[in-house]
């Protein structure tokens, strides 16, 4: 009904058109005194044909009007499938689709190209940025003392921050390595928690970790990319007690901390892009783009991430590794 109101909206000077000249066909019968019954008939035959052709074209143009609407993106195969060679407009039409197509493709293609190169040279950047990375711990295991297991800290929060510029040009990148087979998540966890051994020594924090005993369907660089940020930022604010790394049935890993917890206005947020919440100002280095990754790599291996948290009690990340089918990326 909308539809057929905007095609009157649309068509209003024929249809005036059209009245003016019934009405001024009856005056003409009028001042000629022609009997009215001379022009009743051919005056209901027309409005009869003009109605047909009414109804015909407004028919023409709803399917017009819904086969646009069911156009989606512009791409080759859909501006070929729309043909308007009716009317001079609408060869103007079809002329403006195939270069809006054209201009599309090309942008993709110049931003595929961008993004290509620049997750090339940010690779062979973290693969050189990582040589003096490695450097620098082997001089530092030549001695240990407060200062060098301090360093030592840092330089493996620099080596995260790295992954964590290549994790995020990966993510959009065609050529993404996943890696979909079973793997024991026992193994994932272990190599994140021997990663930050040395922040659990120098902060006094505990560790309740039992064997899981349990195989899940993922890619093991991926999830344990994602369980590594989930450690560091339990480590990160978290002063006192520690860290818990359970199971829960099926297939869903628990990573409790007794931190500070997650404010509840904060917490429907914690999973968007650059968002920090009260926490995150409270700590200028948080930069909001560590559970974002998170968020995006457990939605590209099918599994579910989800958080609970309690102000001065303590947050729960759960990830559900409970895939059920193996998806081809």
């Given at each position: 009904m909308k539809l057929f109101l905007k095609y009157l909206k649309q068509h209003i000077p024929v249809i005036t058109a059209g009245i003016l000249f019934?009405?001024?066909?009856?005056?003409?019968?009028?001042?000629?005194?022609?009997?009215?019954?001379?022009?009743i008939y051919p005056l209901a035959l027309c409005m009869i044909i003009g109605l047909i052709i009414v109804l015909y074209d407004f028919s023409e143009c709803r399917k017009k009007h819904e086969m646009l609407q069911s156009i989606?993106?512009?791409?080759?195969?859909?501006?070929d499938s729309v043909l308007f060679d009716k009317t001079v407009d609408d060869e103007d039409y079809q002329r403006i689709i195939n270069?809006?197509?054209?201009?599309?493709?090309?942008?993709?293609?110049?931003?595929?190209?961008?993004?290509?190169?620049?997750?090339?040279?940010?690779?062979?950047w973290v693969h050189q940025?990582?040589?003096?990375?490695?450097?620098?711990?082997?001089?530092?295991?030549?001695?240990?003392?407060?200062?060098?297991?301090?360093?030592?800290?840092?330089l493996f929060r620099i080596e995260q921050y790295v992954d964590m510029v290549l994790t995020f040009l990966r993510l959009d990148s065609e050529s993404t390595d996943y890696v979909i087979k079973e793997y024991d998540l026992d193994s994932i966890v272990r190599q994140a928690v021997r990663k930050f051994a040395g922040d659990f020594i120098s902060r006094k924090l505990s560790?309740?970790?039992?064997?899981?005993?349990?195989?899940?369907?993922?890619?093991?660089?991926?999830?344990?990319?994602?369980?590594?940020?989930?450690?560091?930022?339990?480590?990160?604010?978290?002063?006192?007690?520690?860290?818990?790394?359970?199971?829960?049935?099926?297939?869903?890993?628990?990573?409790?901390?007794?931190?500070?917890?997650?404010?509840?206005?904060?917490?429907?947020?914690i999973f968007e892009k650059g968002y920090t919440g009260y926490n995150g100002r409270t700590d200028k280095k948080a930069s909001g783009i560590g559970l974002y990754l998170c968020k995006r790599i457990c939605s590209n291996l099918k599994h579910g991430i989800s958080a609970e948290s309690t102000v001065d009690a303590g947050t729960i990340i759960r990830l559900d590794l409970s895939r059920r089918k193996i998806e081809f990326e």
């Open positions: 019934f009405i001024i066909f009856i005056i003409s019968f009028y001042l000629y005194h022609l009997p009215l019954e001379a022009v989606k993106c512009l791409t080759d195969i859909i501006a270069l809006l197509v054209d201009e599309q493709n090309s942008f993709r293609t110049k931003t595929n190209i961008r993004l290509s190169e620049m997750v090339d040279y940010y690779t062979v940025i990582k040589t003096p990375i490695a450097s620098m711990r082997l001089n530092l295991q030549n001695e240990d003392s407060e200062l060098t297991r301090k360093l030592s800290s840092d560790l309740d970790y039992e064997p899981l005993n349990v195989k899940v369907l993922t890619d093991e660089k991926w999830l344990l990319f994602v369980v590594e940020q989930i450690l560091s930022n339990a480590l990160k604010y978290t002063s006192s007690g520690g860290i818990t790394i359970t199971l829960e049935s099926p297939k869903t890993l628990c990573i409790r901390d007794t931190g500070i917890g997650i404010a509840p206005e904060d917490l429907p947020r």
